[in-house]
């Protein structure tokens, strides 16, 4: 786990994991499902966290929602996994839909620290997204695959990209190793032509044929403080502008944590600037697998909390 100003750990005691289990297992309304015009974003309706359940775990996400822009990354551990977890997977999880009993706890948090949205282009609209690895997907730049997947921030320059990404370990793999890294730490090392080139509509995604996508800016404002989108596979358009990247790409590089999830911990990540990524592996696609649930958030609007 990161050490920085921006991070934070907690964990649950034994008695109240199994309290929060116990509470979770009872549904999983709004977690799965959705129909919506692609890409537009959906909140969910999303159950509400139990009051004098765990408040200092509750107490946390919602200072991680009021935080966003500035909230870091917070650990949480001790999530009681369901006995009875199924094996994970061989296919995509919107041909299962099958609640494990963690849904409801997901959804409640995520939505103490922000609203929870989906988007029917992505996960088929499901609110809680399960992600494993998947043969066919093993060397492709997703959540499935299974080499490095590439430092990024969450569905970068998507225009409604989420604000906050939420992590539950269902089932762990020790070779899986989470990256993190702070951009607000990195920020003001660049000298002041790196960042003017960075906050410049000059990146894009290369697309097949030699085109690229609409130049955008790596670096914007959201509410007084810096926000990034950024992934590995951005290009640049001109050459001030490529030294800007290949000067932020590799300060990631270099200053990258990893967090090494086990069964049971929450992970809760400011995209607005942490980006994220994972080490390659080698599953063995016979149903022990690595297998993550994941929720998205979009900050509440300012004087909402």
Known sequence: MPDTRRGARLRLPPGQAAEVARWSAAGASGAYGGDRPAGEPAEAAVPEWPAGLVPEVAAA???????????????????????????????????????????????ALAGLAGEVISFADWHGGDRVQNLYPLPDQATGQSASNAVHLEMHTETAFRPNTPDGVILLCLRPDQE??????????????????????????????????????????????????????????????????????????????????????????????????????????RPRYDGTDRWLQRCLIRAAPVGAR
């Open 61 to 107: 996400a919602a200072r991680f929602g009021r935080d966003l822009g500035a909230a870091g990354v917070l650990r949480v551990a001790g999530v009681a996994v369901p006995a009875g977890l199924p094996p994970t997977p061989g296919r995509p999880y919107v041909e299962v839909r099958r609640p494990v009993g963690t849904e409801r706890l997901l959804l």
């Open 176 to 281: 899986a190793r989470t990256l993190v890294c702070d951009l607000l730490d990195l920020w003001p090392r660049f000298d002041e032509a790196t960042r003017r080139a960075l906050a410049e509509p000059a990146f894009a995604f290369r697309l097949p044929g030699g085109t690229t996508t609409e130049p955008k800016p790596v670096v914007t404002r959201w509410r007084d403080r810096p926000r990034f989108n950024y992934a590995d596979a951005l290009c640049a358009t001109g050459p001030g502008h490529d030294a800007a990247l290949r000067t932020l790409r590799e300060a990631i590089a270099a200053e990258a944590a990893t967090v090494t999830l086990r069964a049971g911990d929450l992970l809760f990540i400011d995209n607005v600037h942490v980006v994220h990524g994972r080490t390659g592996y």
